[in-house]
């Protein structure tokens, strides 16, 4: 109890004395948790909306003729080999000149005179919902093309590639945004701790010599590392999420945002970055305190 | 050797220190002290007084000789043994070593904080040590504003605030006047009474002629014969000394 009671109270002395470069230390790790949580909100969203739009997400393999029960157990026994999905239906010339009527409407006499088998018939596949199912969709499709009998397979081929290598731009910058914020906060963190320990050799020699034990002299900066990366994450995320309610009022109502659910971290994202930034200028701060235990 | 026993706070035996290039700030040394014991190591200025004092606490380590306090020796103790052992010190340090910045009370404190006193021990003890060195009003004032001799007082009142077993003052009075001085020695005192030992280096006589103490006296890094003739600096001294004194 009294330890942790002096460990405080230096702490704080700590942070009065230096509080304009923990400032600066501070507005570099809210910088780098605003720039890594925005991209990563974005893939998040985009990931988000890809499981959307993979509702209603389907493979439509042309057959070059009506295939019978043996054959149709045949062509399921294949497609469940190659992948899951979640549902298989097969539909015949028949079905598919029912349903094109029915899409019709008013417009069915352009239909007469037509024979009724004069669409052909078809495999619908609807995979498994899932981002991953995207990036699978084109192997799939190829493979679907090589069963015997397959005329064309069809899916919203263009805007899933498309889709497909932005999510992937997407991670990349995600990553590329985690590492400078790994960088700059431990980087940051130790250059101020080290700062520190210049300004205050005078002082952590007295301790030493009245008899300061290791924790005692080391904890503070310790403590100093975690609340800079809790403050520092928790005013980044808050900046985001400002930015965010600003955003989502500034567009509210238009088509992107009803074609695409735009929601903030959930709030256990939100507890991991912060436990992670916390966790990660403590250790900053714990490692470049190591030079000071030596006598 | 009674080093382990805790009647002796304090061995030094064939101490020798040796500063860069060849300054023999002591040589051969050999000293022994009580527990409880109040001791006066006096000497002209660059006898070693402070190089001695130096040892005990470890701020500088020996060429050779075996120096012991509490029964460890400090040749062969431990990080945190060391920690430990200094906590149990009270050193007031010649040139101080206050922080300038630091209040007056936080430099006090400080010796508390790192035994990890309760914060209300600590104020009590602060308050009490500044009334008796009369720096009560002193009390929020950073030290670097002081004159030379209340940071001296400071620097008494920090190493005796901890209540050590062992308490080094290095020329203790240097920047005193005589009454204040008197109060200075009067905490001494009481200190010893309760059972610290204390070792005070100064060249003030007027500190120890009163009788009572011992005294030893440093001449080039040298330990003399003292004035009643006893510890002569050889290693069976300690013996003598102890049956001398009592
Ligand atoms: N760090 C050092 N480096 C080199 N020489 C030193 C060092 N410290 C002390 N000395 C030398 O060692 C000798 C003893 O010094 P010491 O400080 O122990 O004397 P002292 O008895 O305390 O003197 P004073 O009464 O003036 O304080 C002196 O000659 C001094 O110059
Ligand atoms: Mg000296």
């Known amino acids: 109890m009294n330890f942790l009671r002096a460990i405080i109270g230096q702490t704080l002395r700590n942070l009065r004395r230096t509080w304009s470069s923990q400032a600066l230390t501070l507005l570099t790790i809210t910088l780098s948790v605003l720039i890594f949580s925005f991209f990563f909100l974005i893939y998040i969203n985009m990931i988000n909306a890809g499981r959307h739009m993979g509702d209603n997400l389907r493979l439509i393999v042309y057959l070059d003729e009506e295939p019978g029960k043996p054959l149709q157990d045949e062509y399921r026994r294949k497609i469940l080999k190659f992948d899951r999905v979640e549902r298989i239906e097969f539909v015949s010339s028949r079905q598919a000149y029912e349903r094109f009527r029915k899409q019709l409407g008013h417009d069915q006499d352009v239909l007469e005179g037509m024979p009724r088998n004069f669409l052909p018939p078809s495999i619908e596949v609807y995979p498994i919902r899932s981002l991953a199912t995207l990036t699978r969709i084109k192997r799939f499709s190829d493979y679907l093309q090589t069963l015997p009998g397959v005329l064309k397979v069809q899916y919203g081929r263009e805007w899933i590639d498309r889709f497909y290598s932005f999510v992937k731009l997407m991670r990349v910058v995600v990553i590329l945004s985690g590492l400078l914020l790994l960088l700059t906060t431990t980087f940051m963190v130790a250059h101020t701790i080290r700062l520190t320990l210049c300004s205050r050799e005078r002082e952590l020699e007295l301790l030493r010599l009245l008899g300061a034990s290791n924790q005692y002299i080391r904890a503070p900066f310790f403590l100093e590392g975690a609340l800079q990366g809790l403050v520092g994450s928790i005013c980044g995320l808050a900046a985001l999420y400002v930015f965010f309610d600003w955003f989502r009022l500034r567009f509210a109502g238009t088509a992107v945002l009803n074609l695409f659910p735009f929601t903030f971290f959930p709030i256990p994202v939100v507890l991991t970055i912060i436990t992670a930034a916390t966790l990660l200028c403590a250790g900053g701060s714990f490692f470049s305190t190591r030079r000071i235990t030596r006598l | ?246």
């Open chain 2, 1 to 246: 050797m009674t080093a382990n026993s805790p009647r002796v706070m304090v061995e030094l035996i064939k101490v020798s220190k040796t500063y860069p290039p060849s300054v023999h700030a002591l040589q051969d040394v050999s000293l022994s002290v009580r527990s409880g014991e109040m001791l006066f190591l006096t000497g002209k200025s660059g006898a070693g007084k402070t190089t001695l004092l130096r040892l005990l606490c470890r701020s500088e380590v020996p060429d050779k000789g075996l120096v012991e306090v509490a029964g460890q020796d400090l040749e062969r103790i431990s990080g945190s043994g060391l920690q430990q052992l200094r906590r149990r010190i009270g050193m007031a340090y010649q040139d101080f070593r206050l922080l300038p910045r630091h209040t007056v009370a936080q430099n006090i404190a400080l010796a508390m904080e790192v035994a990890y006193r309760k914060p209300s021990f600590i104020r009590k003890r602060t308050r009490e040590l500044l009334e008796r060195l009369r720096l009560s009003d002193k009390y929020h004032t950073p030290a670097g504003e002081l004159s030379r001799g209340e940071q001296q007082r400071i620097a008494i009142a920090r190493a005796l605030a901890n209540r050590p077993d062992l308490v080094l003052a290095d020329e203790p009075t240097g920047n005193l006047d005589r009454e204040t001085s008197t109060l200075v020695m009067e905490l001494f005192r009481e200190h010893e009474e309760q059972g610290a030992t204390l070792i005070i280096a100064t060249h003030d006589r007027e500190l120890f002629d009163d009788g009572g103490h011992r005294v030893v006296e440093l001449r080039d890094g040298r330990l003399l014969a003292p004035e009643d003739g006893e510890d002569t600096g050889s290693g069976d001294a300690s013996l003598q000394s102890e049956e001398a004194d009592q």
